[in-house]
C-alpha cells in the first residue's frame, strides 16, 4: 500500500522531475564540470583543473564587473524597495480611487523588458529624447545619459526601479493588510507619534515581506541583463558590463565556454552568498509570525 | 498625510508609470521628419502608418506570431505539468518529499546565465539549435516557481471533499481533476498570466538558441531592430507597441488575479 502510493506519488512527479533534473540540476553540473577545461567551441575541450579560476583571479575586467554589478545592486534595490513601502503605505489608505492606482503602477511588470529598453533609449536620446527635451525647457542642459559613463549605470537602473517598483508594492500591501488595526489603536493610545508606529509596528511586521521581497530582488538584480543589452550592450566603454552581460559576451560571442563557466560559477557563488546572508539576517529578527 | 497631498503624489507617480507607453503610442505614429520636428510628448497630427507599414514589411509580424505560438505551448505545459507536481507536493505523502521540495526551492536561485551556457551545449549536440524543440524544451515542464504557487494554493483547499471522494472510490486523478482543478481557477489564472506574460517576454534562450527566422521570436527581432541604421526610433518604437500591446489588454483583463497572485506568494 505504501508502495503504491509511493509510486503514484513518483509518476505525477515524473514530468517535472525530468525538466527540473535535465534543465536546471545537469546544467550546474555541467557548468561546474566545464569551468576546469580549456573549451573554445570549434576546438576539443582540453582538461586544465583550476586553470581557469587562476585565471579569474588576476582579470581586471571581471574584477571590474563585480564592481559594476555589485554598484548596480546598490543603485536599484534600496530606492526601489523605500519606493515600494511608500507607495504601499499611501495605497494601504482609504481614499476613493486607490484600487485603480494599485492596478496602474503594476502595469510596468509585464512590459517587456526588451522593448521597453528601446523605450527608455529613446528617452534618454541625448539630442531629442524626452528626458532631455524636458530639461532644456527649465533650463538645464541634460548629460549624455546612455553615452556618458558616469550616468549610463544610474539611467539601466531606473529602468528596473520604474520596472518593478509598482509590483513589490503589490507585495508590501499584503503584507500591511494583514497587520491588525488594534496595534496601532493601542500604540496611540499609549501616544505614540506615526512615526514611531512605522518604526515599531509596521516595520518589524513587515519583516517575512521584506524578506520575500529583497532575496528575490537581489537575486534579480544580479542577474540584469535584457535592458542592458539594449540599452548600452556593456557600454559606453565597459561602464556597465556586469558580469552576468560578461558571462553572455564570454560564452556567446567570444565562444570562450571553459573560462565563462568559471565565471558563471564565480556568479552563482556570488548569489548564493548573498541570499544566505539574507536568510541569517532575517531569521535572527523575525521574532513573531503574523500568519 | 492630507487626502489632496496623496492625490498629488499619487498621479505623478501614475504619469511617470504610463509616460514610456505613451511615448511608445505617439512616436510609432509619427514620420521620421516629424520625430525630430515635434516635442517627444506631442502627438503628431495626422498620425502616420508609416512605421507600422515599414515593420510589416521587415516580416516582424512572422516573428509575432512565432512568439504567440511558443506562449501557448508554454503556457498549456506549464499548466498541465505544474498542476501534477504540486498535486503531490501539497496532497501525498512519499518518501523524500521534503528535500525534493526544497531542491525545487533551491533551483529558483540559480542564475539564467548560468544554465544557459549548458543548455546550449547540450542542443548543439543533439542539434536541436534554431529548432523549435530546443526553443520549448527547458521551459515546457513547468517551472518550481509555478509549482510552488500551485502547492500553495492546493494547500489552502480542506481536505474533507477529498476524503469523501476516496471513501466513494476515486483515484487521485479523478480527485485532482473533479474537485481540485474547479476549486483552483484562480489560481491557475495566476499561473497562466505569469507563465505568458515570462514566455511572452523571454529574451535570453530565445536569442541564444533561436537566431534562425523559423524560431526567432519577437524579442530578439526587436532587439536586431536596434541594431538598424541610424537609430531608426519610429520602427523601434512601432515594434516595442506591437510586443507590449498585447500584454497591456492581458493585464487590463486580468489585474485582479495578478493582485490576488501576490497575495498566495506572499509567505503564507
Known amino acids: 500500500m505504501r508502495n503504491r502510493r509511493n509510486l503514484t506519488a513518483y509518476a505525477f512527479l515524473l514530468p517535472s522531475l525530468f525538466g527540473v533534473f535535465a534543465f536546471l540540476l545537469l546544467p550546474v553540473a555541467i557548468v561546474a564540470g566545464v569551468s576546469l577545461f580549456h573549451w573554445e567551441l570549434l576546438d576539443s575541450p582540453t582538461f586544465t583543473g583550476l586553470a581557469n579560476y587562476r585565471r579569474l583571479v588576476h582579470d581586471g575586467g571581471v574584477r571590474h564587473s563585480l564592481l559594476v554589478t555589485v554598484f548596480y545592486v546598490l543603485l536599484t534595490i534600496p530606492v526601489q524597495t523605500i519606493l515600494a513601502v511608500v507607495l504601499a503605505l499611501l495605497l494601504n489608505q482609504r481614499v476613493r480611487g486607490v484600487k485603480f492606482f494599485r492596478a496602474l503602477y503594476v ?79 493601542a500604540a496611540a493610545t499609549d501616544g505614540a507619534s506615526p512615526l514611531r508606529q512605522f518604526v515599531h509596528i509596521t516595520l518589524p511586521l513587515l519583516n517575512p515581506t521584506m524578506f520575500f521581497v529583497l532575496v528575490t530582488n537581489v537575486i534579480g538584480s544580479f542577474q540584469v541583463f535584457d535592458t542592458l543589452y539594449v540599452m548600452t550592450e556593456g557600454g559606453p566603454g565597459d561602464s556597465t558590463e556586469v558580469l552576468n552581460f560578461r558571462i553572455f559576451q564570454t560564452a556567446f560571442q567570444q565562444f570562450d565556454f571553459g573560462y565563462a563557466s568559471a565565471m558563471a560559477m564565480l556568479l552563482f557563488a556570488l548569489i548564493l552568498l548573498i541570499t544566505l546572508l539574507q536568510v541569517r539576517y532575517f531569521n535572527r529578527r523575525t521574532t513573531y509570525d503574523i500568519s | 498625510m492630507k487626502k489632496p497631498a496623496i492625490y498629488g503624489v499619487l498621479s505623478v507617480g501614475a504619469f511617470l508609470t504610463l509616460f514610456p507607453y505613451l511615448l511608445v503610442v505617439l512616436t510609432t505614429f509619427k514620420t521620421r521628419s516629424d520625430l525630430y520636428s515635434t516635442k517627444p510628448w506631442l502627438p503628431a497630427v495626422p498620425p502616420s502608418l508609416d512605421s507600422l507599414h515599414r515593420l510589416a514589411d521587415s516580416g516582424f509580424l512572422t516573428y509575432v506570431g512565432h512568439t504567440a505560438l511558443m506562449t501557448a505551448v508554454l503556457t498549456v505545459g506549464q499548466l498541465t505539468f505544474t498542476t501534477f507536481a504540486a498535486y503531490a507536493f501539497a496532497r501525498m505523502e512519499f518518501r523524500g518529499r521534503e528535500v525534493l521540495f526544497w531542491c525545487y526551492l533551491a533551483t529558483m536561485m540559480v542564475p539564467n546565465v548560468v544554465t544557459m551556457i549548458p543548455l546550449f551545449l547540450i542542443m548543439r549536440q543533439l542539434h536541436l539549435v534554431n529548432t523549435w524543440f530546443g526553443l520549448l524544451a527547458p521551459y515546457i515542464l513547468g517551472t518550481p516557481y509555478g509549482i510552488f504557487l500551485m502547492r500553495q494554493f492546493f494547500r489552502t483547499i480542506p481536505t474533507d471533499l477529498e476524503d469523501a471522494a476516496r471513501i466513494d472510490g476515486a483515484g487521485p486523478l479523478t480527485v485532482l481533476w473533479r474537485i481540485l482543478l474547479p476549486l483552483s481557477r484562480p489560481a491557475l489564472g495566476t499561473l497562466a498570466i505569469i507563465t505568458t506574460v515570462q514566455s511572452w517576454n523571454n529574451f535570453l534562450w530565445p536569442l541564444i538558441i533561436s537566431s534562425g527566422d523559423d524560431t526567432k521570436v519577437a524579442t530578439v527581432a526587436i532587439a536586431t531592430l536596434r541594431q538598424s541604421i541610424g537609430g531608426d526610433y519610429n520602427l523601434m518604437m512601432a515594434g516595442s507597441l506591437v510586443a507590449l500591446f498585447p500584454m497591456v489588454v492581458i493585464f487590463l483583463s486580468f489585474q485582479r488575479f495578478i493582485v490576488r497572485s501576490v497575495v498566495l506568494t506572499g509567505l503564507k
Not at chain 1, 510596468?108 to 533609449?121: D, E, K
Not at chain 1, 549605470?153 to 497587520?179: D, E, H, K, R, S
Open chain 1, 107 to 185: 502595469v510596468p511588470w509585464m512590459a517587456t523588458p526588451i522593448a521597453m529598453g528601446l523605450v527608455w533609449s529613446w528617452i534618454f536620446d541625448p539630442a531629442n529624447g524626452a528626458l532631455n527635451k524636458f530639461l532644456s525647457v527649465v533650463g538645464i542642459d541634460g548629460p549624455a545619459w546612455l553615452n556618458d559613463t558616469t550616468f549610463a549605470l544610474p539611467a539601466v537602473a531606473a529602468v528596473q526601479i520604474w520596472q518593478y517598483t509598482g509590483y513589490n508594492m503589490l507585495f508590501f500591501l499584503a503584507g500591511l493588510q494583514g497587520i491588525p488595526a488594534e496595534l496601532y489603536d
